[in-house]
């Protein structure tokens, strides 16, 4: 492991320790295991949900106690080939959606980062990205998600989205404060919601 993904490895786990302890009151972060696909979870079923992503210098940390969730941050980037990988992985409806945007790159991230959080959901690893289906224009998604509810958002250049194990629950938006360094509530981020599809949809 390079030492700038040690570094984000360790501020990975350092956040998610103090989410634990604000969020759950857990003085200690629990034990912890890897499933089959590689996706850490706490080694006690007990235990609140987590999952971790992040691209570059950007971090974000998902829990919940009402089951298993996933996420994915990506900062709004320029990647070689996007119309290519979007045509290797995206069903005919994201690609519709995708060349009918303003922002080709934007677009793509957004539904990029809705397809990580609901693969990193189920714990099974990129390779089931092709099981998945968004419906942009009907906020509609289907796949092997146990997820309830998809929600994704766009903030200080980066795109951002979760799967959530349940559909109504309030979306508590914690952040670093840059000057104390203290893990302090934020106010809501403005998310967009997509809900699962019957397989007829």
Known sequence: MGAARAETFLAGRALLAELMFKVFNRATLPE???????????????????NLSHSADRLLVAVSDRGPVGCDIEIDRQRRSLLSIARQYFSAKENDWLNAQCSLQTAFWQLWCQREALVKQTGEGVLMMNAVALNPDAKTFLSQSTALRLCHTATEGCLAALALPDANDAIQHWGVNAQNNRLEMLPALDWQRFYPASESA
């Open 32 to 50: 912890m295991t890897l499933l089959a696909g590689g996706k850490p979870v706490f080694t006690d079923a007990v235990q609140p949900f987590f």
